[in-house]
Every structure is written in C-alpha cells, then in structure tokens.
C-alpha cells in the first residue's frame, strides 16, 4: 500500500479526458463540438408493443412467467397469509425477511409470520448486503409486473434492498394486479421523466429463477440467485 | 506464477476456503503469435468429435429456437423490428458523441465516475488503480467481453488481488485454465466431464457429473466470494445516455451479486453501447434476448444508475464505469460504422456452419464467428488475421439472422477488397484472379478458357477411366485428384467434369438460325 | 414476350442440359428467346474475393450485353443475387452504367422465381407430370433476393413428384467459391454434413438449382460412394412436360 499517496496524484492523469476521448469519436464521424443532431428515431408503441391493456393480463402474465419457470397463484387478499405460510414450509424455510412496502405491512406479515414459528430477520438493523446471506427466503411487493414477458420490477429504495429478491433460494413476490402493465413499453413510459439521483440506484428487472445452460445446454436453476420465485397475484387488495 | 499462488493462499482465510490457482494459460488460446493462420486449429476441430457434438448440435439448436421464438413473438412485425434495432444503433453511433456526452453528465449526475481510456493498457490502469485505492484483495467479476480485450485479469491477479469469474462458464474455464469460445455461452465447447475434473482437481471437490450438483458446488463456492469481495467488476450490454444508466443482462444473477455486493464497482464498457433513452433500451432488450437464447427477457436485466443512494440498504458506495475505446473510434468510420450496432446476442455464431464446425477458438481472438471475423482484423490488424474474412462461403445466415441487420457477407467481402489493394493478399492470387477476370472479359478469350478446362478435365477423367459414355450434354467424368492449389478440392470431395457439349454448342447447333 | 437467357459461365460448360431445359420451358410458355454470344460471367467470383475492380469491369459488361433485355433469367440462384444485390452499389459512381445497373438489377430474374411471379404458371394446367421422389437442396444465395420457397411451390404443381424436405436444408453445403479450395477441412465437413442429410431422406434425386452447390454435393456423393442422382428443377419441368427426354 505504499503506492496509495502515489496513485491518488497520478489518477487525474490515468485515462484520457473527455474532451480527448469525444475529440477521436467526433474526428471519426466528421462532426462538430454541440453539432445539432438529427431526431431519434420514433419508438411507436403500435409496433413495439407486444401486450395491450385491452387483454386479459393476469392471464398473460401468469401464463408468460410460468413459462420462465416461475410458480403463479392467484390468490384473494384473505388468503395471502395462508398462501405465504404454506409456501415457506414446504422450501422448509425458517428464516425469512420481509420488503418494507406497503403490501407486506398492510397485511401484517411480519406478526403473521412470526405467529408462524418463523424466524423474521430485521435486514434492516444492519445495512449491507451480509445480513441476507442466512436466509431462507426474502418476500417482497414488486414496483410494477410486465405481462408480455412474465417479468418482476424490483427496484431498490429504503424499503427495498437489492438482496432480498436474490440472495436467498427462495424469493416470493407479491403482485397486486393493478401492478401488472401490459408491456415494457409501459413501464419505461412511466418511468420516462426521471433521470438521475431521482431514479433508484438499481432497477432489476427479473424474469424467471436464477438459471444456467453453461454445463452441455442442460437448464439448471439456481445458479446464484434464487432458484424457486413464487409469484402471489392478490386478485383484489 | 509461483509468486500469485503465494498472494492467494496469503489471502485465503485460514481453515474457511481453499483459494485455487487462477491461472491465465488459457488466454492464449485469444491471444495466439500473430499473423495469426486458422487452418491449424480449425481442422483440428472440424475432426474434433467432442467439439462436433457439442458446438454444432447446440449452436443448431439455438438457431432453431431463435427461428422459432422470433417468428412466434414478433410474426410480421419481425423485419419492422430489426429495422428499428438497427436504425436505433446506427442513430446513436452517427451521434455518440452527443448521447457520450450526455451520458456523462447524466451518470455523473447520479454519482457514478465515468472514466475514459483509449487503450486496453489505459482502461486496465483505471481499474488497477481503483482497486488500489480501495484496498481490494478480493475481486468478484461478472461476464465482460472488454475485460477479455483488455487481458485484465492476469494484471489484476499481479498486484495481488484474486480475481474471480463469477458466471458458471467463464469461471469453470478460469479453473481449467480455458478460455470462452462463444460470446454468450463461453464453455460450449466442453462437457460435464471436463467440469468435473476441473472441479475435483482444483475445489477438492467429490467427482461428480451431474450438472445439478457440479452447479452446486459452484453456488457454495462463489457465495463465500461474494460475501468476502471488495471489488465488483462488470461489463455493460447498454449505456443509457437519457438517464446515465448501465443495463446489464445475465441469467445466473453473478451480475447482481458483482454490481451489488462488494462496496466499489468498476464497469468496462465499450463506447458503442449506448442508446438514447429507456424507450430506445425497451426496443433493444426485446430484440437482444429473443434473439440470444429464445428467452422473453434476460432473467436479470440490471438498470444501475450511479452507486447507492444514502436512504437504500445495499449496493456499493462507488460506481465507476470506464469507457473504453480500444479501436473503436476506428471502426466508428464511415465505412465500417454499421459493424458497432453489434449488441454480441451470439446469433449470428450460432446461425453460422462456420461457426458450428470450427468453434471459437479457431478463431483465435476475444470475438468469434462471423462479427469476430469482421471486427478482430480491424481490432487487431488484417494483415494479423488474413483467414478471418476470407473463412466463409458468404451463405449469409448471419445477416438473417442479426437483430440489429448488420451486413456481414457485405463487410467481410469489403475487408477481401481491402486486402486485395493493400497486397496482403497473396501474389499469386493476385495474378490468378485478374488473369481469369481478363479472360472473362471478351467472348472469345472466355470460350477458350471454358473449352480448355473442359478438355484438359476430361482428359485426365479420361486417364483414369471415369468418363462416361452416353448423352454429351449430361455424361461426364469424375477426378479424385487435381493439381496445384486445387488440391485443396479434391482432397475433400471429388471434381465433376463437364460434359462433352456446352450450352453454347446447343444453342449455335439447334437455335441460332431460328 | 421476350426473355433474354443468362446461362452462367458454370451452367454453361457444367450443367448444359440445365441451360437447355430453360429455354424449352420459356418455349413452351410462347416466350422468345435470345442468348447473347457475348455474354461470359457476372463476375462474382471476383467481387467474393476482393478483385472489386475486376468485377466492376463484368458487371458494366453485362450492363452492355443485356442492355436491350426485357427480362434477363437465369438458372443460377447466386448469379441473379450478385446482379440484384451488388451491381447497383458496384457501379453506383460510374456515371455512364449506373443507370443501366439499376436498370438490370431491376429485370434479372431467377428462373424458378421469374416462372411464379412474372409468367404466374401452375404446371398442374400444364399437365406437368414426373413420378419420383426428390429432395431439394436450398441455396444460400437465395436468402439475399428473398426467394424462399419457389422451387417448392412449383414441385408441388408436379404430378407424381413426391418431395421430402431435406433436414437442415438451410446450412449451406460448404461450396462458397474458392472458400471450398483454400479452407478445405471446413468446407469437406459441411458437405459431408450436407450428404448425410440427403442419405436420410432415402431420395434417389437431389433438386439442385445453383451449379457450384452442386458440383460440391454431388461430388462429395460421389467419393463417399452415395448413388443419388442431382438434376435441376429446370431439367425436371422440362421433362415433366416431355420437352426432354427422360433419362
Ligand atoms: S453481429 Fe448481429 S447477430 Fe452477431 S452478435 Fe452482433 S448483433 Fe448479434
């Protein structure tokens, strides 16, 4: 570590500067510092759209996320618990933590749990990812769910860490189905005017377990993340 | 060597896990002595039955499945969506340095660091001095194609801090000091066994062939890594000039752990990766995984803006992204432009018979198959790799098959032109193929030539006794040895002679009176 | 109408009979055909190996020889695609041919394609009649002028023609021009990959449409001692119809 002071003067010089660096790109294209440029091209939602509001999209998200290997109930509010409960006993989990969001605390989930035998971590007592290693399943709400392709939104903010919806084996999401947007398309437009610090550090879009094809193309799941997703669509909350 | 292995083991937490030697041997197989010939290791391969059962049944497949998964999601809107693709990429790169610029503002905006290197050694530095000041001893690295490019590993491994490859592939190729031959899939070319000896010889681990538990064991071992890990190093699929993001696609969810877990991450992307907004990036993904694997989306697809927020639980306090040029702003040229739209879905390899006989490491380079044939040369020097654009039959699979519509077969007969007029083709060709264009070039001069070869085939077919008697515009003979360079014909399949008559003679015998 | 047949330097001294059942077929369809004498190669092997200079002097070559063309058809899935898909660019800056490049790339016509979309036959009117089971070899030149499957099409309009679709038919056989001299072991694997496909159709013909495929196919079959016979859609309508001779 003796070269710490040392690298810490040299770093302005490590690399090139921008200027340096956009001085190459635009010699290459032959174009000018702050030329104008031509309009992106338009993204009509017509074409790109692969899902419309207009279809029955719990139906096709159910469907679209099975596919990927995910497991789908649909459930009553009045039975989440019951659902959640019997879904932790047989992965035979005992440590479990919960998302803060507005789903999980609305239906008590943590007392129910707990009321359970289950072990509810605080994962929020320690910042940092090491709280999380240990346990058996994370349960979260989601910030939105896309039908086209069966997917998860999973955003982190204070209540949502990144670990919860990977680190351990098992990840159950809870889906309102108002949640569910018919299309990527969507959720991007929703998301279009926010740039910068306003926007959460990680977004994760999630669209199936954890899985492999490297050894010989046979599909395995649960390479690092979680190998089983169960995803609880409340029918009406 | 010796003196890595000493550093590993210092760092290795006495009695917990056992720290492997990581070597980097394998690199070479990318980074072969230059001028760099291919017949080599290709032939090797195409006799290679391993290699034939594993490449060409799952690069076959993969194509089939695309074919399939495209046509169902997409039906006619299919060409509409590679055109756009491809029109987003082209817009971007005929203005990156208005989306770079904007990318930079708005990344840094977010709190991420953006660095800029214009060589391999400059971007390596950045990283290197990251982890200095850091005081990183253990690396945990997700799939990077431009950390390939870069040969980052063995520097980082130098200064003594253990680097590990994180996806299964890549880090199963790192312990059996191999290296990725296909840019999605990196360990086609090798099967359960060689896992497992790797993985009993270098984890101690219980021979086992069963990938379920070969994967488990990998699972245990990366995890005691990630939770140990100071520094994270990834790649990028896309830069999102718009938002300042960095999306990263992987299926395993290496890629969270890498971007998520150690306290500094470090990203390696290239400057072509950029589109202009999440509207843009939506096109992209719908394109990129379809395309890839036949999948909906990527199981993760990662959007990072800038490092983590004071409020959130988890995520690292520093966020560097380098971006690298390496040649690029080379290829950026007017005439070449159009190759940076790649968005490596691998498609292309996989549609490849090529691709499928050969494998990756034919081709001697970071980049593979049909885009590695195009870009390695310009990368790396044509004169370096003269077989690369010259191994194919132009059967243009891989312009059907790539989502953003580069014209590969166009390009790689550019890059013949090009070694045509720089001479590196050879003389002799030079003189063969202008002596036939000129004999092409006047009526009379063809008609010679065309009878001369019909007679001096039929001759030998003659010799040998294989001329068939019998219709004279259909009997022929057949060669199973031919002179010269066009040996190369016959060493594989035999030559057909032409028949006794030509069209020509049919026509002036039967119709030119008429 | 008049139709101006492009024969191809390779069907010309290869395959004549495929040249000859192109102009009985256009015959019998009240066509009037004409062979320029002046016509030689459209220079794709030169373009395919980087003598784009060469190629450009052919292609302003057959600009002149079919000047006067109504149609130009020719036999050869990959002369037509260099036609129509590189001439244009070729000989974009010259300003004397590249109106007439345009012009051709615009009239040149595969003749499978130029019997479906142009003379819109159906061989069934025709009494078009060949009792055998075939199997087709698909062309990778095909790809470039969107013919997809027009041969296909028209072997179906042919009573007692029974046609089993070959396996993989989209992986080019490995011919590729000089690729199939200079990169030997590859190209040797992809044909033999090519054969095998064939022998698991059990087809005693093999429907080849591109010359240089089939010289490559029929000659792997032939040194792996694999008795098929290759013939060309051309050389089947014609006998279907009974203006050749079957052999
Ligand atoms: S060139 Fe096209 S098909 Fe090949 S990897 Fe790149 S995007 Fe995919």
Request: charged content about 20%.
């Amino acid at each position: 570590m003796s070269g710490h002071n040392e690298s810490s003067q040299r770093a302005t010089t490590l690399g090139v500067s921008q200027e340096t660096l956009l001085g190459k790109v635009r010699q290459a294209l032959g174009r000018l510092a702050g030329q104008a440029i031509a309009a992106a091209p338009k993204v009509d939602p017509n074409l790109v759209r692969l899902a419309t509001a207009d279809e029955d999209l719990v139906a096709l998200f159910t469907k679209r996320a099975t596919e990927t290997g995910m497991k789908v109930y649909r459930v009553q509010a009045a039975d989440l618990l019951r659902q959640i409960g019997s879904i932790l006993e047989e992965a035979k989990a005992k440590r479990v933590a919960c998302a803060v969001g507005t789903l999980p605390q609305a239906v008590g989930l943590n007392d129910a749990l707990r009321r359970r035998g289950l072990e509810v971590v605080d994962w929020q007592a320690q910042p940092g990812f090491e709280a999380q290693y240990e346990l058996d399943a994370g349960i979260t709400d989601v910030h939105a769910a896309l039908a086209e392709t069966g997917t998860l939104i999973c955003n982190s903010d204070a209540g949502h860490s990144r670990g919860l919806s990977l680190v351990p084996p098992v990840h159950i999401a809870i889906v309102r189905q108002s949640d569910i947007l018919p299309d990527m398309v969507d959720y991007w437009l929703r998301v279009r005017s926010v740039t910068g610090k306003d926007l959460p550090s990680s977004q994760a879009l999630i669209t199936g377990p954890s899985k492999t094809a490297d050894i010989e193309g046979i599909l395995i799941t649960g390479v690092h993340g979680p190998g089983q997703v169960h995803i609880l669509v409340v029918e009406k909350m | 060597m010796s003196t890595f292995e000493a550093k590993n083991q210092a760092s290795a937490p006495a009695g917990t896990h056992a720290t492997v030697n990581l070597s980097i041997s394998g690199q070479e197989l990318l980074f072969p002595p230059l001028p760099y010939d291919i017949h080599a290791r290709a032939d090797a391969a195409t006799a290679n039955k391993q290699l034939q059962d594993f490449v060409h049944v799952a690069t076959y497949r993969k194509d089939v499945t695309r074919k399939q998964v495209t046509s169902e999601t997409f039906g006619p809107k299919h060409g509409a969506f590679r055109d756009l693709g491809a029109a987003i990429k082209q817009h971007t790169l005929d203005h990156l340095d208005h989306y770079l610029e904007m990318f930079v503002e708005r990344a840094t905006a977010a709190g991420a660091k953006v660095h800029f290197a214009q060589t391999a050694d400059q971007a390596n530095d950045i990283c290197l001095d990251v982890a200095r000041r850091c005081g990183a001893k253990l690396c945990v690295k997700s799939k990077s194609m431009v950390t390939e490019e870069t040969h980052l590993l063995p520097q980082l491994q130098a200064m003594g801090v253990e680097t590990v490859e994180t996806d299964l592939g890549e880090f199963i190729l790192q312990l059996d000091h191999d290296a990725p031959s296909h840019i999605v899939t990196p360990m086609i070319h090798k099967d359960r066994r060689a896992v497992a000896r790797a993985f009993e010889r270098e984890l101690g681990a219980v021979y086992t062939e069963d990938p379920q538990q070969l994967t488990g064991i990998a699972r245990a071992y990366l995890r005691e890594k990630y939770r140990r890990a100071d520094l994270g190093i990834s790649g990028g699929n896309f830069l999102v000039a718009e938002t300042g993001s960095l999306v990263i696609c992987t299926n395993e969810g290496n890629g969270r752990f890498c971007t998520s877990a150690p306290k500094v991450h470090v990203a390696f992307v290239g400057i072509e990766k950029l589109v202009p907004s999440y509207e843009h990036l939506g096109v992209m993904l719908k394109l990129l995984a379809r395309t890839s694997t036949g999948q909906p989306l990527t199981v993760y697809t990662h959007v990072i803006t800038g490092p983590r927020r004071p409020q959130e639980h988890d995520g690292p306090g520093q966020l560097h992204i380098i971006l690298v040029d390496n040649g690029r702003t080379e290829i950026l040229k007017k005439e070449t432009r159009e190759m940076l739209r790649c968005i490596r879905c691998g498609a292309c390899l996989n549609a490849c018979p090529v691709y499928r006989k050969i494998g990756g490491h034919a081709y001697g380079a970071v980049y593979s198959g049909p885009i590695g044939a195009l870009i390695t040369p310009l990368f790396r020097g044509l004169a370096n790799y003269p077989d690369l654009p010259n191994a194919s039959s132009l059967c243009g699979a891989c312009f059907e098959a790539c989502p953003v519509k580069i014209d590969i077969p166009r390009f790689l007969v550019q890059l013949r032109s090009e070694m045509v007029s720089r001479k590196i083709t050879k003389l002799s060709d030079r003189l063969f193929y202008r002596l036939w264009a000129w004999s092409l070039g006047r009526s009379w001069t063809y008609r010679i030539g065309g009878w001369m070869q019909k007679m001096f085939f039929r001759a030998k077919a003659r010799q040998r006794g294989t001329l068939a008697k019998g219709d004279p515009y259909r009997s022929r003979g057949w060669l199973d040895h031919l002179p010269g360079p066009a040996a190369g014909w016959t060493s594989q399949r035999d030559m057909p002679t032409p028949p006794a008559r030509s069209f020509r003679q049919w026509w002036n015998q039967e119709r030119s009176s008429s | 109408m008049k139709v101006t047949l492009f024969v191809t330097c390779l069907t010309d001294t290869f395959y004549p009979r495929t040249g000859m059942a192109v102009v009985k077929v256009l015959d019998r369809l009240g066509c009037q055909v004409d062979f320029p004498q002046e016509q030689t190669c459209c220079g794709q092997p030169m373009f395919n190996n980087g003598f784009t200079e060469e190629a450009r002097a052919l292609a302003r070559r057959m600009v002149q020889v079919f000047e006067d063309s109504e149609y130009v058809v020719t036999p050869s899935g990959s002369c037509a695609a260099m036609i129509r898909d590189y001439y244009v660019d070729l000989l974009k800056d010259d300003h004397a041919y590249a109106a007439g490049a345009k012009a051709l790339a615009g009239k040149t016509y595969e003749f499978y394609e130029f019997l479906l979309k142009v003379m819109k036959v159906d061989l069934r009117q025709l009494g078009a009649r060949w009792p055998g089971k075939v199997t087709y070899h698909y062309s990778c030149h095909l790809r470039g002028i969107g013919v997809t499957d027009e041969a296909v099409r028209l072997m179906k309009q042919i009573e007692g023609l029974d046609y089993v679709p070959l396996p993989k038919a989209e992986q080019c056989c490995g011919f590729g021009g000089t690729f199939a001299i200079k990169y030997p072991q590859i190209s040797g694997s992809l044909v033999r990959d090519k054969v095998a496909c064939i022998k698991e159709t059990a087809a005693p013909y093999v429907v080849s449409n591109d010359a240089g495929c089939t010289m490559n196919i029929s000659g792997s079959c032939h040194r792996d001692g694999v008795k098929v016979k290759f013939i060309s859609l051309a050389e089947i309508i014609a006998e279907a119809l009974g203006l050749l001779e079957t052999a």
